[in-house]
């Protein structure tokens, strides 16, 4: 039976609450039902295509309905869709773990599997505590983040980010951190460099460790890019200053690459950019291509012997999912490995990242677009009410919400942050596809700022 999009806008909204959505504006601005999906397409009930700019929120890598991962997805059903992976084990969950351990920074070798990006910091908060606690440390209980960072929304993510919009309401459900300053160089002085300015911020990070230690059980940092804060960027420098300190001072670093691993900066993981090693990496989103709910934290041999002991020392980490380590999911990881390999997914990437910054960087002639800023396959340009001193535009203006109509009307899916329009498509996106993307972003900003 044909539906039209009306009628399954209208099932919906019966029922679907969706998220980071405040449903009342569905009223003017229904759901868009999607049919099908064909590499970097979307389609709805009666025809329209979107070009995926986003990459459904940063999680599609190679495609929709790519063949290669269909195919694994489609292999590994006929003969294990789930098994507990408490005393059990599988195939596809060896395979994936050892594929990581073999490309994360050296010395990542345990991999802790959960469902999504939040529970995955929400493991590597627990088990950074808990490891200081199994060694003796009790007292270290604090976290140290960065302000303007998201880690997630499950309380205890939501606890070591800094992004108000998602945090106020539910600060006196959360345990308190202590925030360091953004290295975030939109704030950088005129003629300063990143690296510079990432260096004279990382003194408000050394002095809060040297402060507080003792107590701190971990910092916990976006490596070079604060996604939902803005895609706001620093240098590789400040990651290198952190691993040093927290050295020094006998605390844990955990990365949250959930968003910007997997290639999205230019390396498989930001880390690398910094030459440094975490004790926790965490990872979600593109690890099975976008194509299923997945996660891990990989961290040292050090962290995991803290919990190896007898029973009865009651050390284990007694933490779990029902679906952790999903064959399924496990399956769609080891495809999307596999396409980084074979396909040399990260060479294609520089130039596809060289043509889609050459492009946006046009869009800096625009009178109310006060930067545009790149790493690697993420670019992002910031609209400003005044260009001269980048006063931004009011929040309650929605000046991106009406880009994002406007790209919609023409057949691109952009979902700007705020003032911050950016683009994070597919790897499978072609030289004009990002010419479009980027002019229809032009024309929306125009329209957006036209008063």
């Not at 960072?149 to 499950?154: A, K, N, Q």
């Not at 916990?220 to 890019?225: A, K, N, T």
């Not at 955990?254 to 900066?265: C, K, L, P, W």
Request: hydrophobic fraction near 40%.
């Amino acid at each position: 039976m044909n539906q039209t999009n009306a009628a399954y806008v209208k099932r919906d909204l019966r029922h679907v609450w969706h998220p980071c959505t405040q449903m009342k504006d569905h009223e003017a601005l229904p759901p868009i039902p999607i049919r099908r999906g064909v590499g970097a397409w979307l389609e709805d009930y009666e025809g329209r295509r979107y070009l995926d700019a986003i990459s459904s929120w940063w999680v599609n890598l190679f495609g929709h309905a790519n063949a290669r991962i269909n195919a694994a997805v489609r292999t590994q059903l006929e003969s294990l869709e789930h098994v507990i992976l408490a005393g059990f084990t599988h195939e596809p969950v060896i395979a994936l773990s050892e594929a990581l351990a073999e490309l994360a920074p050296v010395g990542l070798t345990r991999c802790f599997y959960a469902d999504n990006g939040s529970s995955a910091v929400e493991v590597a908060v627990k088990m950074s505590f808990h490891y200081w606690r199994n060694t003796g440390n009790g007292g270290k209980r604090r976290f140290i983040t960065l302000a303007n960072s998201y880690h997630g929304e499950t309380l205890g993510a939501l606890a070591v980010g800094n992004v108000e919009l998602y945090k106020e309401i539910y600060r006196p459900l959360l345990m308190e951190v202590v925030t360091a300053p953004s290295p975030d160089c939109y704030a950088r002085a005129a003629g300063e460099s990143w690296a510079d300015y990432s260096r004279r911020r990382f003194a408000d990070m050394e002095a809060l460790l040297s402060q507080h230690a003792a107590e701190t059980c971990a910092v916990i940092v976006e490596p070079l890019v604060q996604c939902a804060g803005g895609m706001r960027m620093y240098d590789p420098v400040y990651l290198k200053l952190l691993r040093e300190a927290c050295d020094k001072h006998g605390v844990h670093l955990i990365a949250d690459e959930i968003a910007v691993g997997f290639g999205r900066t230019g390396t498989l993981f930001a880390c690398e950019q910094a030459g440094i090693r975490p004790d926790f990496l965490c990872l979600s989103k593109g690890l099975t291509g976008g194509y299923l709910p997945l996660s891990t934290v990989l961290t040292t041999e050090p962290v995991y012997a803290a919990f190896y002991d007898e029973y009865t020392q009651l050390k284990a980490f007694l933490h779990s999912h029902s679906f952790t380590g999903n064959p399924l999911a496990c399956a769609a990881a080891l495809a999307t490995l596999g396409i980084f390999r074979e396909e040399h997914t990260l060479e294609r990437n520089r130039t596809l990242a060289a043509h889609l910054g050459a492009r946006a960087r046009e869009l800096e002639a625009h009178p109310h677009v006060a930067e545009v800023r790149q790493r690697g396959m993420i670019v992002a340009a910031e609209l400003a009410a005044d260009k001269a001193t980048r006063r931004p535009y009011p929040w309650q203006e929605r000046r991106g919400l009406a880009v994002y109509r406007h790209a919609l009307s023409r057949g691109v899916l952009l979902r700007p942050i705020g003032n911050v329009v950016y683009f994070m498509p597919p790897y499978v996106v072609t030289s004009e596809e990002i010419d479009l993307m980027v002019e229809v972003a032009r024309e929306g900003i125009e329209r957006a700022t036209c008063d």
